[in-house]
Nanobody, 116 residues
Framework: QVQLVESGGGLVQPGGSLRLSCTAS????????MAWYRQVPEKERELVAA???????NYADSVKGRFTISRDNAKSALFLQMNSLKPDDTAVYFC??????????WGQGTQVTVSS
C-alpha cells in the first residue's frame, strides 16, 4: 500500500512563507506525475502545482510566481515552497501521485491558514 504523508502546514501571516513536504513510502521513480492540490469547504479540490517525472512543471495561475514545486528522488519527497501567501491560499493541501498505471494516490492533507 502506497502512503503519502504531508507535513509543513500551519498558521502564517499574509506575506509569509511555508514549505510543504510530502514523503512517499516507495520510490517516487514509480510515479509518472506528482502534484499538490488544495481544497476549501464546499468547493472542489483544485490543482495547485504539478511536476512530471521528466521535470515538466505546471502551476495554477493564482500561484504562479509565488509557489515552487520540486521533488527529491533520493528522499522520495515532494515539496511546495509557498511565498507571499495570501488569505485566499487558506486551504487543506493534498499531495497526489499518479503511477504509470494511471492509479492515483493521495495523502491525508495538511491545513494551511493565512491570517493576521
Amino acid at each position: 500500500q502506497v502512503q503519502l504523508v504531508e507535513s509543513g502546514g500551519g498558521l502564517v501571516q499574509p506575506g509569509g512563507s511555508l514549505r510543504l513536504s510530502c514523503t512517499a513510502s516507495i520510490s517516487i521513480f514509480s510515479f509518472q506525475n506528482m502534484a499538490w492540490y488544495r481544497q476549501v469547504p464546499e468547493k472542489e479540490r483544485e490543482l495547485v502545482a504539478a511536476i512530471s517525472s521528466g521535470g515538466d512543471l505546471n502551476y495554477a495561475d493564482s500561484v504562479k510566481g509565488r509557489f515552487t514545486i520540486s521533488r527529491d528522488n533520493a528522499k522520495s519527497a515532494l515539496f511546495l515552497q509557498m511565498n507571499s501567501l495570501k488569505p485566499d491560499d487558506t486551504a487543506v493541501y493534498f499531495c497526489n501521485a499518479r503511477a504509470y498505471s494511471r492509479r492515483e494516490f493521495w495523502g491525508q492533507g495538511t491545513q494551511v491558514t493565512v491570517s493576521s
